[in-house]
């Protein structure tokens, strides 16, 4: 059992590198909650509605 605990923390990190290196993926950018369109349409309809270049 104290193996598995030390194990674990390193294949939360291993996993979490994994993904952040497909992170400019979109599709498991979305799955992860982050939509780079989505932010884009929102900074632009701000700017608009603020009347900002």
Do not use: I, K, N
């Not at 104290?2 to 992170?23: E, I, N, S």
Request: glycine share 10%; charged share 30%; aromatic share 6%.
């Amino acid at each position: 059992m104290a193996l598995l605990a030390r194990v674990a923390p390193w294949d939360q990190l291993a996993r979490g590198l994994l993904t952040v290196g497909h992170y400019d993926d979109p599709e498991v950018s979305r799955s992860l909650g982050w939509d780079a369109d989505a932010v884009v349409a929102r900074g632009r309809e701000l700017r608009r509605a603020e009347g900002r270049p």
